[in-house]
């Protein structure tokens, strides 16, 4: 019997004709492809978000013009135009009213419905290559499948109705040996409106229907070939990592490997899902095979880097012996949906890092007035930015002796402001400087891998 496999092209494979066409032959001479995720074209998508912040009639036009130029870029080198150019018009003109109403006044659910607008334009112009190249390709509404709650731009699956919406929709396809086309980040809520799993969402999208249809594997095409033991842009002699755990993965992407989205390893986990990540440009070059328990397990696999991190020092009013603060304050946080990262307590104080955007579709700040007010109802507040969290993952970490020796030795030289270590198996946390995460990400891999 034949294998499934879903694979995810990420913008910068869809960015442009050629890279389309690699992504098409990709899927055309993988006879297991049968159900294809794709992102918006490279720009899109920040383009789409900047549109639904609002701006003015000027700003408005020339962004329109730009997503138009890169649409139309593809769409002038396809074979058949007139009704794909009318399609994407269409889609056009949507943006455009979404558009000038979000200059008017924003809303978060406006947000998601404009900003899914890349993901439907992309899919429409891949299937129309697909076709073109006599595959059984068919554009799919993902909307129709990926049933979520309603928190716009970080939205929750639901993953009983997306499995069963998967079941009518997608499995009769694949059967009658169709290969749908799909956008991944986006998903509709229960009042059929279009919502967001966050930036960066489509691998997410594409290891959910992964797990729905029972697939074999998620194969995650993107601009690098594999997860490197650090971003291969901050260090370019980062080496590829050839297998590596799904816990070791989760914690890369959660800990800032962009490369991943942190909750594509959710359903891999749970459905024991394999995971691939290779280049769509250089496919020979191979890539990473993310499982459940490959051999071996170095003590250190990789660094991750997150940057733009805040820390809120929260100090105790009354508090010496006092019970309960720590409760108080993440009653407070859980209300104002902020998830915290790392965590260290003392007597009278708590320091905790947040990601100001919590990487929700559309970039706003988390940090409201009304949750520092409320915070300092209780406590004295300190908030510090231009930060960044530098993880090292690995294995046993907290059991083997010498990894805090050796890490302090090569963070020499460098202010740490907080260190978290101990609490996963899997990684050691350092909170720094925003402008030494590089040099300090350069000075770990080079003690820890080169
Ligand atoms: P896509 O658009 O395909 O989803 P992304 O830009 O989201 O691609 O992710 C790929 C990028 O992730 C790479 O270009 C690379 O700079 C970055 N990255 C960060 N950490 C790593 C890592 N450990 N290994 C590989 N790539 C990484
Ligand atoms: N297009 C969306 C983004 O830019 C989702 C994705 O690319 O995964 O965040
Ligand atoms: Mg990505």
Redesign the pocket.
């Known amino acids: 019997m034949s294998k499934l496999s879903v694979a995810?092209?990420?913008?910068?494979?869809v960015a442009n004709f050629d890279a389309m066409t690699l992504c098409a032959n990709i899927v055309t001479t993988d006879p297991n492809t049968r159900v294809v995720v794709l992102?918006a074209s490279?720009g899109v998508t920040n383009y789409l978000v900047e549109l639904a912040n609002g701006c003015d009639k000027t700003r408005r036009t020339e962004i329109l013009e730009a997503v138009k130029t890169i649409q139309y870029n593809i769409i002038d080198k396809l074979q058949e135009q007139a009704q794909i150019r009318a399609e994407i018009d269409t889609l056009l003109n949507h943006i455009t009213a979404l558009a000038e109403s979000a200059s008017l006044a924003t809303s978060d659910a406006l947000t998601d419905e404009l900003i899914s607008h890349g993901e439907m334009m992309s899919t429409k112009i891949f299937t129309q290559l697909c076709v073109e190249r006599g595959y059984p390709a068919v554009w799919v509404d993902v909307r129709d499948i990926v049933a979520t709650d309603s928190q716009y731009g970080k939205a929750v699956p639901n993953d009983e109705k997306t499995k069963s919406q998967a079941d009518a929709i997608l499995k009769p396809l694949l059967s009658a040996g169709k290969v749908a086309i799909t956008q991944g980040f986006i998903g509709r809520n229960d009042e059929g409106k279009t919502t967001t799993l966050g930036r960066?969402g489509?691998?997410y999208s594409a290891a959910l229907l992964a797990e729905v249809l029972n697939a074999d594997d998620v194969l995650?095409?993107?601009?690098?070939p594999?997860?490197?033991?650090?971003?291969?842009?901050?260090v370019p002699n980062?080496q590829r990592i050839d297998t590596m755990a799904f816990n070791e993965a989760a914690e890369?992407a959660t800990f800032?490997?962009?490369?991943?989205?942190p909750a594509t390893l959710l359903p891999a986990v749970r459905s024991n899902i394999p995971v691939y990540?290779g280049s769509?440009k250089a496919p020979e070059q191979g890539g990473t095979w993310v499982t459940r328990d490959p051999q071996p397990r170095p003590t250190f696999r990789?660094?991750?880097?997150r940057r733009n991190q805040t820390l809120l020092t929260l100090s105790s009013l009354s508090m010496l012996h006092a019970k309960g603060f720590l409760a108080k304050v993440f009653t407070i946080l859980a209300k104002h949906n902020i998830s915290v990262d790392v965590i260290t307590t003392s007597e009278v104080s708590i320091a905790v890092t947040l990601d100001k955007t919590g990487s929700a579709s559309s970039g706003a700040d988390m940090l409201s007035q009304a949750l520092l007010d409320e915070l300092n109802e209780h406590c004295h507040v300190q908030v510090e930015n231009d930060l960044a969290l530098v993880a090292i993952i690995g294995n046993n970490l907290h059991t083997q002796a010498g990894v805090a020796k050796q890490l302090f030795h090569h963070l020499e030289g460098f202010n740490i402001r907080l260190i978290s270590y101990g609490a996963s198996t899997n990684n050691v946390c350092t909170l720094v400087k925003n402008q030494e995460a590089d040099d300090i990400v350069r000075a770990l891999h080079a003690g820890l891998f080169e």
């Open positions: 995810k092209f990420g913008g910068t494979s992102s490279a960066g489509s691998d995650i095409w993107t601009d690098v594999g997860i490197y033991t650090t971003d291969p842009r901050v980062a890369m800032g490997a962009k490369v991943l989205h990540v769509s990789a660094i991750a880097l």
